[in-house]
C-alpha cells in the first residue's frame, strides 16, 4: 500500500503479492506480526516467516498496452476487415462524426484494479481518466485529424504505452481546398466568360456599325458615281455647245448673250458638282485631302485676281484625322464663302488662308486687309453670314467674325477626337 | 503645224473640239474618230505617221480610251496622249497615265486653257492635279522594284509631296529652288516611271497565270 502522487489527488494504491510473488504460503497467521525499529515488517505465515523492508519493494513495473475492443461510428460497428484492435487509422466521412470506443487491458492479474484514461488529441486538452470505465464517446466530431490515445494503469499505479489510433474526418465537400478551387475557377470561368460575351457583343456592335458605314460608303460611292457619269457629262456638253455657239460669228448679240449666261450657269453648274462629288467621295475623307483640295481650288479661284496677294498657310504635315463627308463639305463651303466675301465686298489686296492644328482643333482663319463692315448690318444683311455659321453649327464648328479698321478676319473650329 | 488626233465618241463635243483645234493655228486636226474601234483600224492601216499628239476621251462605247492607249502607246511611243475627262475623274485618269497618257485635261476647261494645255504638252509638261499625284505616290509605295527606272529619285518623291499638298508647279519650283521647267520635267519622268512599273506588273500578272 502506498500512496501515488501523480495526480493532485493522491491515490491510494494496494499492492497484491501472493505466493505466485514468492511467499512461501498465501495463509497468514493471524497476529503473527511486527514492525522492527528498521522498518522491516515481520509476518509469519503458516509454512514460515517473512519479512520485507517496504521501501525495498519494488510495484509492479509494466503493463501492457489496451487494446480496443468494440468500435463504434454514428452507433453502428466500424464495417472493416480489419478488427479494432489493430486498425491504427480511421477515415471517416464528415457525417461520420460520433464516435463510441470500448477498450481493455489485456493484463489478466489484478484485472479489477486496472484504470483506464484516454484522449482524443486534437479535440480534449487533457488526458481522460475515466478509472475502471473502459469506454470513451465522443459526439459531433468536426472534421479534422485525431489521434485517439488510450491507456491503461495497472493495480501499482503503473501507466501503460498509450495505444493509439489516428482519426481522420473529412471535410464536407464544401469545405475541401479543390472545392475552394473549383468555385474559384468557376468564378473566373464565369467572369470570363461573361466578359468574352460582352466584348462579343461589343464587337458585334461594332461589325454592325462597321457595316452600316461601308453601305454608307457604297452608297456615297453610287450617287457619286451616277451624278459623275450620268449628270456630269451633260453638263459639260451644255456647256461645252453654248461655248460652241458663242465662237459662231454669225449668231446674232442679244442670242450670244443668252447663249454665254447658260454657258456660265453650266460652268457653275459643273464646278459645284465636282464638289459634291469630292465631298461625296469616301477616299477623301481625310484632313490632309481636304487641305490640298482647299489649297487647289481656292488657287484655281484667285488666279483670275492678279492684283490680289493670296497666301496659304497650312502645317507642312498633319496628323491623320478622319473627317466626315459633311464636315469637309461644310468646311470647304464656309473657307470659300470667306474668300468670297473678302474678294468681292472688302476691296482686300491681301488675303491670308491659315490652318492651324493644336489640341485637337482644327482652326482655319481666312484674314484681309480690305475696309471691315458693320458687323450689325451684316449680321442682318448678309445671308452669306448666317450661312456660314449655319454650317459651321451643322457639324459642331464654330464661328467668329472679328472686324476692325483694316482687317476683317473669320475663324472658324473643329474639335475632332 | 502640230498633227493632232481627236478621239471622242460624243459628236458635239467632237464637232466642238474639232473647230477649237481648227480655229487655232498651231494646230492642224488631222484624223477624228468615234471609236476606239476606228482609231485602232486606222492605225493598223499605217496611217497618221505624222500625228504628234493624240486627244482621247476615256470612256467609250466598245473599248475604253485606256485600253486604246495600252494598245497604241508600244506601237506609237512618239505621240503624246492628252486623255479628256468629265470632271476629276481621279481613278480613270490614273489608269490612263498607267497606261501611257503623258496628260489630262477636264473637258470643262475654257476653250483657250484646253489650247494652252495642248501646247505645255507639246512642249512636255504634263499636268498633274494633287489627286492625281496622292494617287502616283500610293501607288509607288506598294512595290520597291529592283529596276531603278520603276523607282522616283529623291527629288522626284518631294515633286510629288508637294503637288499631293495642292501646291503649283510654280510654288514648287519656288520651294526646291528650281525651275518650273525642270519640275515639268520631273512630272513627265514620274509618268515614265508610272508607265514602266504598269508593263512590269503586267507580265509579272502574266507570268504567273
Not at chain 1, 444683311?381 to 467668329?400: D, P, V
Not at chain 2, 504634263?126 to 527629288?155: E, H, K, T, W
Request: charged share 25%; aromatic share 10%.
Amino acid at each position: 500500500m502506498h500512496f501515488e502522487n501523480k495526480n493532485i489527488f493522491p491515490t491510494l494504491v494496494f499492492n497484491n503479492y501472493t505466493s505466485k510473488d514468492g511467499l512461501p504460503d498465501d495463509e497468514f497467521n493471524s497476529g503473527a506480526f511486527h514492525k522492527g525499529k528498521s522498518g522491516t515488517f515481520y509476518f509469519g505465515t503458516i509454512k514460515g516467516l517473512v519479512w520485507f523492508k517496504p521501501d525495498k519493494i519494488q510495484p509492479d513495473s509494466s503493463i501492457a498496452k489496451p487494446i480496443i475492443t468494440e468500435l463504434l461510428v454514428n452507433d453502428q460497428r466500424w464495417d472493416s476487415s480489419t478488427a479494432p484492435a489493430y486498425l491504427q487509422t480511421l477515415r471517416l466521412s464528415p457525417s461520420q462524426n460520433n464516435l463510441f470506443v470500448q477498450f481493455r487491458s489485456i493484463e489478466m492479474l489484478n484485472a479489477p484494479l486496472v484504470q483506464y484514461a484516454y484522449k482524443l488529441e486534437g479535440w480534449d486538452e487533457n488526458w481522460i481518466y475515466s478509472k475502471i470505465i473502459n469506454q470513451a464517446r465522443y459526439n459531433n466530431l468536426l472534421p479534422g485529424s485525431y489521434t485517439l490515445k488510450i491507456k491503461a494503469a495497472n493495480g501499482s499505479g503503473i501507466w501503460s504505452e498509450p495505444t493509439t489510433i489516428h482519426i481522420y474526418i473529412k471535410p464536407p465537400f464544401r469545405k475541401t481546398w479543390w472545392f475552394y478551387t473549383l468555385v474559384g475557377v468557376s468564378i473566373l470561368a464565369l467572369v470570363f466568360f461573361v466578359n468574352k460575351w460582352l466584348l462579343q457583343q461589343k464587337l458585334k456592335d461594332q461589325l454592325r456599325e462597321l457595316e452600316k458605314q461601308k453601305a454608307i460608303e457604297k452608297e456615297r460611292n453610287r450617287i457619286s458615281k451616277d451624278m459623275h457619269d450620268e449628270m456630269g457629262s451633260d453638263l459639260t456638253r451644255i456647256s461645252l455647245m453654248s461655248e460652241l455657239i458663242l465662237t459662231q460669228q454669225k449668231a446674232e448679240e442679244e442670242i450670244k448673250k443668252d447663249v454665254g449666261n447658260i454657258s456660265s450657269t453650266a460652268r457653275k453648274l459643273v464646278e459645284t458638282m465636282s464638289e459634291i462629288v469630292w465631298a461625296l467621295n469616301p477616299k477623301n475623307d481625310t484632313l490632309e485631302n481636304l487641305l490640298a483640295y482647299v489649297r487647289e481650288q481656292t488657287l484655281n479661284y484667285f488666279e483670275p485676281f492678279g492684283n490680289i496677294r493670296y497666301k496659304i498657310c497650312f502645317p507642312d504635315s498633319v496628323p491623320d484625322i478622319k473627317l466626315t463627308n459633311e464636315q469637309r463639305r461644310n468646311l470647304y463651303l464656309v473657307i470659300k464663302e470667306a474668300m468670297n466675301n473678302a474678294l468681292k465686298h472688302s476691296a482686300a489686296t491681301e488675303i491670308h488662308l491659315q490652318m492651324n492644328f493644336t489640341n485637337n482643333k482644327i482652326c482655319f482663319s481666312i484674314t484681309d486687309n480690305g475696309c471691315s463692315f458693320d458687323v450689325q448690318k451684316i449680321k442682318i444683311a448678309s445671308n452669306g453670314l448666317i450661312n456660314m455659321k449655319k454650317r459651321m453649327e451643322e457639324i459642331g464648328a464654330s464661328f467668329a467674325l472679328h472686324t476692325k479698321p483694316g482687317q476683317t478676319q473669320i475663324d472658324i473650329c473643329l474639335l475632332v477626337s | 503645224m502640230t498633227s493632232i488626233a481627236i478621239l471622242e465618241d460624243d459628236e458635239k463635243i467632237r464637232n466642238y473640239l474639232s473647230a477649237l483645234i481648227a480655229g487655232s493655228e498651231e494646230f492642224n486636226l488631222k484624223a477624228t474618230f468615234s471609236s476606239a474601234e476606228e482609231a485602232i483600224e486606222f492605225f493598223e492601216k499605217d496611217l497618221g505617221h505624222d500625228i504628234e499628239i493624240f486627244l482621247t476621251d476615256i470612256q467609250l462605247p466598245g473599248k475604253s480610251g485606256i485600253e486604246l492607249l495600252g494598245w497604241l502607246k508600244p506601237l506609237r511611243p512618239d505621240i503624246q496622249f492628252m486623255v479628256l475627262s468629265v470632271y476629276d475623274d481621279a481613278e480613270r485618269v490614273f489608269k490612263a497615265l498607267k497606261a501611257g497618257a503623258s496628260g489630262y485635261i477636264l473637258k470643262n476647261t475654257p476653250a483657250n486653257k484646253l489650247v494652252e494645255s495642248l501646247h505645255d504638252l507639246k512642249k512636255g509638261g504634263s499636268p498633274m492635279s494633287g489627286q492625281i499625284a496622292r494617287m502616283v505616290v500610293q501607288a509607288f509605295q506598294q512595290d520597291i522594284y529592283m529596276d531603278p527606272q520603276a523607282n522616283l529619285s529623291i527629288r522626284e518623291k518631294e515633286v510629288l509631296e508637294w503637288l499631293a499638298k495642292g501646291y503649283r508647279y510654280q510654288e514648287i519650283a519656288d520651294k526646291l529652288f528650281i525651275s518650273i521647267e525642270t519640275v515639268r520635267t520631273h512630272i513627265r519622268n514620274i509618268y515614265e516611271k508610272l508607265q514602266v512599273r504598269n508593263r512590269t506588273e503586267a507580265i509579272r500578272k502574266a507570268g504567273l497565270s
